[in-house]
């Protein structure tokens, strides 16, 4: 298995407070994901990062930030949690950004916004 | 990357061979075609990918039509552990994002 962790796997936080959520590999890729997954929704892809200090918007990336300081860290942050945000939030890793390249994915970490 | 076509749902039984549809006519001459799957609580798991030829691994096969505007999904022996959603995916050339759509829901009947 890939060498993936989120961190916290589940969080309930209030409305208005800020909120980071972690995404750890052990795997050196390149390329590292957040998404968000909603009932009737899928996946949607909040942002990217194609290296250290390199990071792009995804489709629903407003109300959220990310970092990425180290090769193996990326960092998803809410700044001021809305009730929208309540969802189940993936990362994934990429060695390449190329079709040919398969995504590895975390075990989700579960966001309630009360 | 292309927009793939999939049932919402299938059903099999448990011990037969399982063949998930996935059709994809727009598909560009340099897309691979990526299979995902979700099992409950769980993030996405990938599966297989191919690009002309049929592909095998321990998990499934791939079968890609001639024309690659479709493809199927394979599982050789049903088990209720395959009870998941599964995702068929475009990806080409410089795909940053790998774009998820609903999937079909695969049941396992015991």
């Known amino acids: 298995d890939a060498g993936i962790t989120q961190s916290p796997r589940h969080k309930v936080t209030e409305t208005g407070t800020p909120v980071t959520l972690r995404c750890h590999q052990t795997e050196n890729h390149r390329y590292m994901y957040w998404y968000r997954q909603d009932p009737g929704h899928g996946l949607r892809l909040i942002h990217y990062?194609?290296?250290?200090?390199?990071?792009d918007k995804g489709e629903v990336s407003d109300g959220y930030s990310v970092s990425r300081s180290k090769t193996e860290d990326f960092l998803l942050t809410l700044e001021s949690a809305t009730s929208s945000q309540t969802s189940v939030y993936f990362c994934?890793?990429?060695?390449?950004?190329?079709?040919?390249?398969?995504?590895?994915f975390g075990q989700g970490t579960r966001l309630t916004v009360v | 990357d292309a927009k793939t076509t999939q049932p919402n749902s299938m059903e099999s039984n448990e011990e037969e061979p399982v063949h998930l549809p996935c059709n994809h006519s727009?598909?560009?001459?340099?897309?691979?075609i990526h299979w995902y799957r979700q099992l409950p609580s769980q993030g996405p798991e990938y599966v297989i990918h191919g690009l002309t030829s049929n592909v095998n691994n321990r998990m499934a096969s791939l079968a890609i039509a001639e024309d690659r505007k479709s493809s199927t999904l394979i599982l050789h022996r049903a088990t209720l552990r395959d009870a998941a959603v599964y995702y068929c995916?475009?990806?080409?050339?410089?795909?940053?994002?790998?774009?998820f759509g609903k999937g079909t829901k695969l049941s396992v009947i015991p």
């Open positions: 990062s194609y290296g250290v200090k390199d990071t």
């Open positions: 727009t598909i560009s001459g340099t897309d691979y």
């Open positions: 995916i475009t990806a080409g050339a410089g795909s940053y994002q790998l774009t």
């Open positions: 994934a890793i990429r060695s390449l950004d190329r079709g040919g390249t398969e995504a590895f």
